[in-house]
């Protein structure tokens, strides 16, 4: 559908109260959204942001949800958005990524809080409307929505819910029979289990293999209490692959435990479940390390081989697969792949430390390349030297932050110099490799430098500061009070009065 309105402008902003909004027509930022270019390499999260400060432009201000209780109408979408974007983009294996970060999110969100309704009416004040329900699991669940329908009835529905709702106020009644009208399917199962009731499945799954049949065991072992389905209705496909050739089978699972039987002349190499990796589910699913083998060889997606790689290394033995799978991984085309691998690492071999010390050298990936930099400062590599005079003076500044840890480690006159020189330099990453530095060495006379990036640090990266800051303060106290403490306690002092107001 056509942007509904005259005109789209974006402004930056200093001191703002939360990090975006969606004003019609002239969305404000905070101030992290304006960067420079050097700043900007690979930092996915500023367009992401501005893809969902655009789709409210549709999901949100053309169409508004008509109370807190439905905020997911316009979250959600903004959320998905994200999806939409990277996947257009950088590609499905970058928007994969992101969902994943994405489902993370809100599984974290429930160690701390039960789940709740999407669609929730029993909130205690308005701003709790604002959690990973509203936004990630709201994006998650469009996603399985967009799965299940296809693209071209997915879009076709939200054009038409625009179309039939704009400037006016929703629920979620309406997405429901803009969705039914357009694929002429009761889809009230879907709207009620993922958006009237609580929660999200878990799954244990096993499989067997006898007389030319593969058993897939699935048992939905979820808690019901908080409005929690005990059974959620999962359509879903479930791919065997043998010799390295996926079959693929499509089921619907309505029962609490089910068990489907496929025919196969061979015993799998692995069964992947959902491999389009659209269902929000957690799994209980063990493979062996030949499974894990084939899953990473032969299934197509990222989710495939990053959950090979993570599985892999938790399991113990198996060394010699570890060192050819991990050592594949380090070549893997994603970056997200590149990266845990270079994670799962315990001591590498010639041929894997060749790897990292290229990946440290020329990676087109700001945070693998850093990564690889820190594994090699970790391991007191012998060409570290070399690589850190290299990283320095790198593009990107995740790269020279690490690489100022490895001058540390190689040199460290050469870095105490090269860090003055950084402090100039206004950019996280930056501030960030420094403060740690700084902390770690004691450096008491460098709290000025903490006082003057905390006045402008926000969000994460202003508790990563306050951490280091507050463990070379603990430091100091140690030290009984020398200058730089008590000339600390003096800016205090005078710091609380607000400069030109007397
Ligand atoms: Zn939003």
């Known amino acids: 559908m056509q942007y509904p309105w005259p005109k789209f402008s974006q402004v930056a902003v200093r001191d703002y109260v939360s990090g975006a909004m969606e004003n019609t027509t002239a969305v404000i930022f905070g101030e992290f959204m304006h960067g420079t270019a050097r700043d900007l390499i690979d930092v996915d999260m500023n367009e992401k942001i501005v893809a969902h400060e655009m789709f409210h432009h549709w999901f949100g201000d053309y169409v508004t949800c008509e109370s807190w209780s439905n905020l997911t109408l316009n979250e959600g979408f903004a959320n998905y958005s994200e999806y939409l974007w990277m996947e257009k983009k950088h590609g499905r294996d970058a ?21 709740h309704e999407l669609i929730w009416y029993d909130y205690d004040d308005k701003e709790q409307m604002f959690d990973a329900h509203s936004y990630n699991k709201g994006g998650a669940v469009l996603h399985m929505l967009r799965n299940h329908v296809g693209d071209e009835a997915f879009f076709a529905s939200l054009k038409n819910y625009l179309e039939r709702n704009k400037l006016s106020a929703v629920e979620v009644d309406e997405l429901r029979i803009a969705f039914e009208d357009t694929t002429g399917e009761d889809l009230s199962w879907f709207f009620d289990q993922w958006y009237l009731q609580a929660g999200h499945p878990q799954l244990s799954i096993t499989t067997d293999y006898a007389d030319g049949s593969v058993a897939v065991t699935v048992a939905q072992t979820q808690r019901t209490d908080n409005n929690v389905p005990a059974v959620f209705r999962i359509p879903v496909d479930i791919d065997v692959y043998t010799n390295g050739t996926a079959t693929r089978h499509h089921v619907v699972m309505e029962e609490r435990e089910q068990t489907f039987t496929f025919p196969s002349a061979t015993a799998p190499d692995v069964v992947v479940f959902d491999p389009a990796h659209q269902l929000l589910a957690e799994y209980d699913y063990s493979k062996s390390p030949e499974e894990l083998e084939a899953q990473y060889r032969y299934a197509p997606a990222f989710l495939d081989r990053y959950e090979a790689i993570g599985l892999l290394s938790n399991q113990e033995g198996n060394e010699e697969l570890k060192e050819e799978l991990f050592t594949q991984a380090l070549q893997d085309t994603f970056y997200a792949i590149r990266g845990i691998a270079l994670q799962s690492i315990e001591e590498p071999t010639a041929e894997q430390l060749a790897l990292i010390r290229q990946i440290a050298r020329t990676d087109d ?108 303060l603990a430091k100091g106290k140690r030290h009984s009070r020398p200058p730089a403490w008590r000339c600390y306690r003096r800016w205090l002092s005078t710091s609380r009065r607000v400069p030109g107001a007397g």
Not at 95 to 115: I, M, V
Not at 399 to 425: H, M, Y
């Open 365 to 472: 990936r700001s945070e693998v390349r850093a990564t690889a930099i820190n594994v090699l400062t970790q391991s007191g590599d012998e060409e570290l030297s070399a690589i850190a005079a290299e990283a320095m003076d790198a593009e990107p500044y995740a790269v020279v932050a690490a690489g100022l840890e490895a001058l540390v480690a190689t040199d460290p006159e050469t870095a105490r110099q090269a860090a003055e020189k950084l402090e100039a330099i206004d950019n996280s990453s930056i501030s960030g490799a420094l403060a740690g530095l700084y902390s770690e060495a004691g450096a008491l006379e460098k709290l000025p430098y903490f006082e003057q990036q905390l006045g402008k640090a926000d969000g994460y990266e202003a508790v990563a500061l306050y951490t280091a800051y507050q463990s070379l």
């Open 95 to 115: 928007a994969d990524y992101h969902l994943l970060e994405e489902w993370q999110g809100y599984l974290g969100s429930l160690r701390s809080s039960p789940p």
